[in-house]
C-alpha cells in the first residue's frame, strides 16, 4: 500500500526558510497527487497547498505567498518550501495523497503521513 514519511521539520528562526520532503513508497502507481495541511496546538487543522500528479500546483488562499510546493517525478518526492518563516507557522505539517472531492482543500484523503513538526522561534 502506500506510505507517506515526511522530513524536513526542526526549528527555524523567524524570517528564515525551510524545506519539507514527503515521500511516497508502495508498489502502486495511484495516489500520486499530494497535499500538504498543518496543525497547531488548539486549532483545526489547515490546507496550505496541493500538487496533483499531472504537477498542477494549488494554494490556500491564506498561505499563498510564502509557500512553494514542488515535485521529484525520479523519486517520487513532494517538497514544501516555507519561506519568510513566523512564529505562526509552528505546527505539525501532515502530508496527504489520495484525494477524493470537489476541492482539494476540504477533500478526503486516502493516505496521510505520521507528520513533522515545525517549530519558528529565536
Known amino acids: 500500500q502506500v506510505q507517506l514519511v515526511e522530513s524536513g521539520g526542526g526549528l527555524v528562526q523567524p524570517g528564515g526558510s525551510l524545506t519539507l520532503s514527503c515521500a511516497r513508497s508502495g508498489p502502486f502507481t495511484s495516489y500520486n497527487d499530494r497535499a500538504w495541511f498543518r496543525q497547531a496546538p488548539g486549532k483545526e487543522r489547515e490546507a496550505i497547498s496541493y500538487i496533483s500528479s499531472t504537477g498542477l500546483a494549488a494554494y490556500a488562499a491564506s498561505a499563498r505567498g510564502r509557500f512553494t510546493i514542488s515535485s521529484d517525478g525520479i523519486k517520487d518526492t513532494v517538497h514544501l518550501r516555507i519561506h519568510s518563516a513566523k512564529s505562526e507557522d509552528t505546527a505539525v505539517y501532515y502530508c496527504?495523497?489520495?484525494?477524493?472531492?470537489?476541492?482539494?482543500?476540504?477533500?478526503?484523503?486516502?493516505?496521510w503521513g505520521q507528520g513533522t513538526q515545525v517549530t519558528v522561534s529565536s
Open positions: 496527504a495523497a489520495g484525494a477524493y472531492g470537489s476541492s482539494w482543500w476540504e477533500a478526503k484523503y486516502a493516505y
